[in-house]
């Protein structure tokens, strides 16, 4: 029954994906109206194949990539609503959505390649663990997503073609600040995430491999966030630096996630 | 409805032959009232500005001539202003009425300033009393048609003027222009302009740089501003948001490097360079910079060409809301329109009269001539005495608002919708 809503939920993506293209040719006027309705949607249904998934095992498992993609797609969702209301603006979509498409397209489509064996640790903090992470990760892709708005409002603006295909973005300082603040609001979630699956994981294996490939790509991730979130702090990088640094960030928390396939701690398959 | 419109634009006439018609705003209402003590004109108004004179008029029966009102008026020989006149009437006159003030007939189309003088020129029409009835009912209904043409299509939203522009691009870069700084640097006609239309959208502080600091100290107080020294500008600079530069330098003020500087202490937030001067003050090489945009005049004049290309399309779907709005006006007309209910109410209380003499006649026997003349005269007094106040209300009401109403009551008190429906399929037949 979950891989049912799921499939509905992706349905509804679907239209966001539409808009997505549409938004990159011409100003679809009846796309924008549909777009965020549509989302939202999908969102409950993606919602209710989470809950029920969980309910029906009797336990948190999350941490089967085939869910864990479905509650990044869900977060990222929620993150761009956000952003939507505070800012009235759905520009940011044009990235976020096909993303959000693609996460839940693996997740509805895929097989269930790991499963949750290690009866040791408590489930709830593995819970948090995951998605705390992965509130981060939605917060530093959102703020990726503003990063490449900007540079492409920037773009029109120094090519003196402020009102072409991208007329209706928002203001350049708006972008900016979406940015910012979506990278300010995933940074603490990030770090807790980490830690506490250091914890975990110290309380699982009694020792932490620091050389193990995905240890050492989150904290090489978690640095970049951070030297993210410091430059702009102090320096004010924004435009092209900030997209290339969200990029290599965004590029760690990829490889990252990828990762899972060649760590020895993080192999959910009992081998 | 006898509508006649005649006038001179800047499509038709030269600047010379417009000067010759225009009246100044305080002869407007004088002009007015002229217009109404000529032969033939019943409501009038005359909308002056620069780019038009135009002369609108509801006639008795159509019979005004608008022309000679001109030549007398102006004193000038009808062959100076013929060639470049034109003239409508009815449809026509109403169609182009709302073209006007929806803004479509206008230099710059969408330009917003037409409808302000359209609704003056009628202001000033009503004070003298010279538009009182149909011509109110055509004018406010035009005010209505320009809102809803600016409501539904987009022709008015585009920046015209190179300010505006420059206030627009200033929104695509800081969004809101709330607590931004703006830095004049060079005191000119129009870097003033686009630091007023600044700071009127929220602008929050104006500094002032020229070479000559009296004349700085001049222009920072007409905007509550401060006036900076000229060799201060770098220091200063890089405090704006904002900067307006149309000084007469021959070589560029800001280059490159301070440019660099600028963004260090600013910690790389976005400036804005608007560079009025000719030539440039601004060295395009600064443009090349992450956070720098700078627009030279003609960028910006390129964006108000860009809208007014805009604007022509949108201006077709205006034309098309205008044809409706031109029938529904007309429409709406025709039940305004009294002459034909008090027709229709005559001949069917004359139709009773008669019906009424030839049957009593029979039994009166025969009668004398003089009989026949009172009776006649009688009953042709009866039905006038009932019909006055009918009638009188009708012609009261054709000059107000509430026509339709009582138009509507008269017709159904006595059935006239029915009777004429009737007459009109008789005839058919």
Sequence with gaps: MPILWLRVALGFYAIGLLYALVALTRRGGLMNKLAVPAMGVGMIFQFVALTEAIVSSGQLTLASVHHSESLLALLIMAAFLIVYGVYGTTSPGIVVFPLVFLLTFVSATGQQPFLLTSGVMSKRWLFAHIAMIFAGYAGLFLSFSASLLYLIQEHNLKAKKPSGIFGRLPALEVIDEIGFRSLLLGFPFMTLGLILGTVVAQATYHKIDVLDPKILLSFLMWLVYLLLVYTRWSAGWRGRRAAYLATGAFAAAVVAWAANYFSAIHRFVQS | ?429
């Design chain 2, 1 to 429: 409805m006898n509508l006649q419109l005649i006038g001179v634009n800047h499509k038709t006439a030269p600047v010379e032959v417009r000067e010759r018609l225009a009246i100044p705003e305080s002869r407007l209402a004088e002009a007015m009232k002229q217009l109404m003590q000529h032969p033939g004109v019943d409501e009038g108004m005359i909308l002056c500005t620069c780019n038009r004179v135009e002369i609108l008029a509801q006639t008795k029966n159509g019979s005004g001539d608008l022309h000679a009102f001109l030549e007398k008026y102006f004193h000038i020989e009808p062959s100076q202003f013929e060639p470049h006149l034109y003239e409508y009437r009815e449809r026509e006159a109403i169609q182009h009425l709302f073209r006007v003030a929806a803004s479509l007939d206008s230099m710059v189309v969408g330009e917003p300033q037409i409808l302000g003088q359209v609704k003056e020129a009628y202001a000033t029409a009503r004070a003298v009393g010279a538009v009182y009835s149909q011509l109110d009912l055509l004018l406010t209904r035009s005010f209505a048609v320009a809102k809803r043409v600016r409501t539904e299509t987009s022709v008015g939203s585009s920046a015209v003027s190179v300010a505006s522009v420059a206030v627009e691009l200033a929104k695509k870069i800081f969004g809101s222009l709330k607590g931004k700084h703006v830095c004049l640097v060079g005191a000119g006609k129009m870097s003033e302009l686009a630091a007023r239309h600044l700071q009127a959208h929220g602008a929050a502080s104006i500094f002032v740089a020229n070479r000559t600091y009296e004349r700085a100290v001049q222009l920072a107080a007409k905007f509550n501003g401060q006036a900076i020294r000229f060799s201060d500008i770098y220091d200063s600079c890089d405090r704006a948001d904002i900067v307006i530069s149309s000084t007469g330098a021959p070589v560029a003020i800001f280059r490159r490097e301070h440019g660099e500087r600028f963004l260090a202490r600013r910690k790389n937030r976005p400036m804005f360079f608007i560079d009025i001067a000719v030539p440039r003050d601004v060295d395009p090489e600064m443009n090349k910079l992450d956070g720098i945009f700078v627009y030279d005049i003609d960028d910006l004049q390129q964006a108000v060409a860009s809208h007014v290309a805009d604007r022509q399309k949108e201006a077709e779907r205006a034309e098309a809301i205008i044809e409706g709005e031109v029938d529904r006006f007309l429409a709406r007309l025709q039940t305004l329109d009294v002459v034909p209910t008090i027709v229709s109410l005559q001949d069917h209380l004359e139709t009773i009269r008669q019906a009424e003499i030839d049957r009593v006649r029979g039994r009166l026997g025969p009668l004398t001539p003089e009989q026949e003349m009172a009776i006649e005269a009688l009953t042709r007094g009866i039905v006038n005495k009932i019909m006055h106040t009918p009638i009188s209300t009708l012609k009261t009401a054709a000059k107000e608002s509430e026509a339709t109403t009582v138009v509507d009551v008269v017709r159904r008190l006595f059935n006239l919708q029915d009777r004429e429906k009737a007459a009109k399929s008789g005839d058919g037949n």
